[in-house]
C-alpha cells in the first residue's frame, strides 16, 4: 500500500510492522524513485536468468560479479524485513511488500487503482511467474487475488487480513498482459466479503471469492 490511510497506531494498537518515521513526503518520494530503478534492473536481471543460454564460463564471471554488488548492498541493510513505514502526513511506503514493493524485484509489481466500487489493476506476467509452460503458477494467481481483493477490503481506510480465500481457476492464465478487478461484495461487521477475477483478452482466466477479517481494535474506517 502507498498513500495516505488509517494505521493501527492512530487507534493506540499496537501491530508489529508498522514504523513511524519522520522522513518528509518528498524524501519518501524521491527515495521511492531511487529504489524502484534499482528493483526494475533486478526484475530484468531475474528474467536474464531465467532466459540466458550463456556458456558456464559466463555464468560463473557473472555470478561472481553479481556476488560482489550483494556484498555492497550488504554493507547497509535493514535488521529484518521493511514492514510498512508511515510518516506524520501518513505517507505509507511497504517497499518490501511481495506484490507491490517498490524494493522487491520479486513484486511483478501491481499498482492497484481505487475507482468508487472497484480495485482493477493491469500487469504483464513475463517467465519469472511460470508455472505449467506458458501459464501462471496457480499460487502466484492466488497471490495477486489476494492482495487486490484486500486493498478492496481495505478500500485504503481500514485494516482487512485475509480470512479465507478460495479460487476457481476456470482456465489456464496465459504469460503476457492480464487485468485484475476486485470489489465488496456485502459486510457483516468485522467480515468483508470480496469477489475478485483475473482476465486476458479471452475473458475470466481465474475467479476467487474471499472473506476478509477486521482485527479487533483497529480502526473501523469511515466512508471512502
Ligand atoms: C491499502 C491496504 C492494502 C492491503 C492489502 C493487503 C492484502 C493482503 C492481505 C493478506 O495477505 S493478510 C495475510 C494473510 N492473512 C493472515 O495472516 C490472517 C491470519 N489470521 C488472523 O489474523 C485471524 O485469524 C483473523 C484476523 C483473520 C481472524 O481473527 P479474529 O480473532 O478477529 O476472528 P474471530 O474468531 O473473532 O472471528 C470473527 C468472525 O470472523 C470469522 N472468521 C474468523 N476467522 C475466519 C477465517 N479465517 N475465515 C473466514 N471467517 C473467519 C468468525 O467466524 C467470526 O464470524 P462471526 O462474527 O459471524 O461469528
Redesign the pocket.
Known amino acids: 500500500?502507498t498513500g495516505r490511510?488509517s494505521f493501527p497506531e492512530e487507534s493506540a494498537v499496537g501491530v508489529g510492522g508498522f514504523v513511524r518515521e519522520d522522513t518528509p513526503t518528498a524524501e519518501v518520494d524521491r527515495r521511492e524513485a531511487v529504489m524502484a530503478s534499482l528493483t526494475g534492473t533486478v526484475r530484468e536481471l531475474i528474467d536474464a536468468t531465467i532466459r540466458t543460454t550463456v556458456d558456464d564460463d559466463e555464468v560463473h564471471r557473472i555470478r561472481d560479479g553479481l556476488a560482489a554488488l550483494v556484498a555492497r548492498l550488504r554493507t547497509a541493510q535493514l535488521p529484518g524485513p521493511a514492514g510498512i513505514r508511515y510518516n506524520a502526513e501518513l505517507r505509507s511506503w511497504n517497499w518490501g511488500n511481495a506484490v507491490m514493493g517498490a524494493a522487491n524485484a520479486i513484486a511483478p509489481p501491481l499498482r492497484v487503482q481505487h475507482d468508487s466500487s472497484v480495485c482493477h489493476a493491469d500487469v504483464v506476467l513475463g517467465a519469472a511467474y511460470e508455472g505449467p509452460p506458458g501459464l501462471v503458477h496457480g499460487g502466484v494467481s492466488a497471490m495477486l487475488l489476494?492482495?487486490i481483493m484486500?486493498?478492496a477490503a481495505?478500500a485504503?481506510r481500514r485494516t482487512a487480513?485475509?480470512?479465507?480465500l478460495t479460487m476457481r481457476y476456470r482456465r489456464g492464465t496465459p504469460l503476457g498482459p492480464l487485468h485484475l478487478e476486485a470489489s465488496i461484495v456485502r459486510e457483516?461487521?468485522?467480515?468483508i466479503f470480496v469477489a475478485g477475477s483475473i482476465s486476458d483478452a479471452g475473458g475470466a482466466t481465474v475467479e476467487a471469492d474471499g472473506?476478509f477479517?477486521q482485527?479487533?481494535g483497529t480502526p473501523a474506517g469511515g466512508g471512502r
Open positions: 500500500m490511510r489476494d492482495h484486500g486493498e481495505s485504503m487480513f485475509t480470512g479465507t457483516e461487521g468485522r467480515k472473506v477479517i482485527p479487533v
